[in-house]
């Protein structure tokens, strides 16, 4: 499988995981932080993952950092979160679909935001299981969870 085909198969996975996410919690749960933890919120770590797809696409079309930012204002809401989400992952998915003729440095930003990807996954994991909530079947399967 060509490198190209591979990259996007893990974006299109990893956009398909937080969707079914952000569907199964709902908007009361996205003020939900973890209880005597030092945590943010739930919409917080997705304000982090929308950030991330922005600010790593803006770097990978110039070719270089330009700094992190994100368009979502609300955390807090689902509709705002949800439309985030979609717009992000077309952002990402077309800078992603740049990697055949990436320079070293955006190909290392390609890796980083799909590390980036999977960082928060996993840190919402810990959220789904402190928070007891229900976990959606693409994270059981994906990740093996009970």
Partial sequence: ?????????HFERSFGLYGDLVEAIGEAVLSSRLADLPSN????????????RESYSRAIKAGQWSGFSCSLDD?????????ALARSAAVAREAS???????????????DLLEHEAAHQG??????????L?????????YALD
């Fill in 123 to 132: 840190q919402l994991i810990r959220y789904l299981y402190g928070l007891r």
């Fill in 75 to 83: 955390p807090g809401s689902a509709v705002k979160v949800k439309d």
């Fill in 41 to 52: 919120t739930i919409g917080a770590q997705l304000w982090c993952v929308i950030g991330g």
């Fill in 134 to 142: 229900s976990i959606p079947a693409s994270w059981k399967s994906r």
């Fill in 1 to 9: 499988m060509p490198l190209e085909t591979a990259v996007q198969e």
């Fill in 97 to 111: 679909e740049s990697i055949a003729s990436a320079n070293d440095l955006q190909s290392g930003l390609i890796i």
